[in-house]
């Protein structure tokens, strides 16, 4: 159980477009869900933890008008990214918890964005 | 605050060899503690979790960890490796109270596995 799919696993587009990643929780009810971004060879950045039904928490730094993110059910968080540069090529991924703070967060598979 | 280090970014061990891949970390809550793997280009898969119940914790594929808060160590371990081992692993400390909850991730360490 637990399982989170992520689509699309790549995107490749122009400079200028927005893009719309989502991210399902396939068999529970999240009650919370995460983005995050990675960079070559590092860690996960955490960009923004969203609730159902309410406004995204953004992190420090992270741009709410470039990083668009809507949870409006138990089970889908979207982040578009919009009007992309190449600057915002990068792996994100998302993971989904369900119940309390105490329980793991379960990930999707990322998406690769490239934007040229 | 929170935090995790992962005391080695690299490790190689040869097939059959036990595994050894370091975590400390540093919480002022009762916390929470994760190991995940990452195969390339995919996301996170939970190998086992620490919640405040039994010491040593027993995760999917052979792996297990150990929580001594003597230490403040969560070292992850596995007896034998295999090929399909070969990953990044994280190491991942969370709190259990409003404001601690968010995942903060150590650096990896980069597992290698020689034929």
């Known amino acids: 159980g637990a399982v989170v799919s992520q689509h699309p696993s790549r995107v490749i587009c122009k400079s200028g477009t927005s893009v719309k990643i989502e991210c399902r929780s396939l068999?529970?009810?999240?009650?919370?869900m995460f983005w995050y971004r990675q960079f070559p060879k590092q860690s996960l950045m955490l960009m923004a933890t969203?609730?159902?039904?309410?406004?995204?928490?953004?992190e420090q730094g992270v741009e709410k008008d470039k990083f668009l993110i809507n949870h409006a059910s138990l089970t889908l968080s979207t982040l578009t990214v919009t009007s992309a540069h190449p600057e915002d090529s990068s792996f994100y991924i998302c993971?989904?918890?369900?119940?309390?703070?105490?329980?793991?967060?379960?990930f999707g598979d990322g998406t690769r964005l490239s934007i040229l | 605050a929170q935090s995790v280090t992962q005391l080695d970014s690299h490790v190689s061990v040869s097939e059959g060899t036990p595994v050894l891949l370091r975590c400390n970390y540093s919480?002022?809550?009762?916390?929470?503690l994760f190991w995940y793997v990452q195969h390339p280009n995919k996301g996170l898969q939970l190998l086992l979790k620490?919640?405040?119940?039994?010491?040593l914790v027993k995760g999917i594929n052979g792996f297990e960890a150990e929580f001594k808060k003597s230490e403040t160590s969560f070292h992850l371990t596995k007896p034998s490796a295999h090929m399909s081992d070969a990953a990044e692993y994280f190491c991942?400390?969370?709190?259990?109270?409003?404001?601690?909850?968010?995942?903060?991730f150590g650096t990896g360490t980069r597992l290698k596995v020689l034929a």
């Open positions: 993971s989904a918890r369900k119940g309390s703070m105490g329980q793991p967060q379960h």
């Open positions: 068999d529970f009810q999240a009650t919370t």
């Open positions: 969203s609730n159902e039904g309410s406004k995204a928490t953004y």
């Open positions: 919480s002022s809550y009762s916390p929470s």
């Open positions: 620490y919640t405040s119940a039994a010491t």
């Open positions: 991942v400390v969370s709190g259990q109270t409003p404001g601690t909850y968010k995942y903060i």
